[in-house]
């Protein structure tokens, strides 16, 4: 009888520690990022002093949004996930814009084609012109690899203090907000 009882007890255990471990798990992958290196910190103030041309070739500098809470999303027409992001970031701009947040998109592409898919999906988004040299200011900016899209969160400071590369998911931005203290 005692047998069986360590069986059954055994078993438990191996289920909770399990149950720990994914636990553990997902504590660690939901953490954030480590601070950003210093030439990242550095990439701020040089990407504040550029000008892009937004969809329509009109130059538009970029220290136009220094004070703000910046998404900072690089992109291209041609990218699957980026299109997919493209409504999301539409929308969450569209209720942030009032709190001080501002979203602008950093095309990897030409400003017509940029023109035409904004047309197409009603973006109203800051969207600029950065050709293919947009990789480069993605990568200086702290993008460990070249891949699109890639998303940064400068505070008012003008500190990176988020980054993530890929599709983000539908809430990551609003916690990121959330963490800034502008909920």
């Known amino acids: 009888m005692s047998h069986a ?7 438990w255990a191996a289920l909770a520690l399990s149950v720990a471990i994914a636990l553990s798990v997902g504590a660690i992958m939901s953490w954030r990022r480590p601070a950003p290196k210093p030439e990242q ?81 009603g973006l109203r988004i800051a969207l600029l ?10 990568t200086r900016l702290g993008n460990p690899e070249p891949v699109l899209p890639y998303t940064a969160l400068i505070s008012p400071a003008g500190r990176l203090v988020e980054e993530h590369s ?6 990551e931005l609003r916690r990121w907000v959330g963490r800034q203290g502008t909920m």
């Open 129 to 138: 012109a950065a050709g293919f040299d947009g990789m480069q200011l993605a």
């Open 41 to 121: 910190a550095e990439a701020v103030p040089w990407l504040y002093a550029l000008t892009l041309p937004d969809a329509d070739g009109v130059p538009r500098p970029l220290k136009t949004w220094q004070g703000k809470l910046l998404v900072v999303n690089f992109w291209a027409t041609w990218c699957a996930p980026c299109i997919e992001e493209m409504p999301q970031l539409q929308k969450f701009s569209d209720e942030f814009e009032a709190r001080n947040v501002a979203v602008i998109g950093i095309g990897v592409d030409e400003p017509d084609r940029i023109r035409e898919f904004a047309r197409q999906h």
């Open 166 to 171: 890929g599709r983000l998911e539908p809430g």
């Open 5 to 11: 009882v360590s069986r059954k007890t055994l078993a």
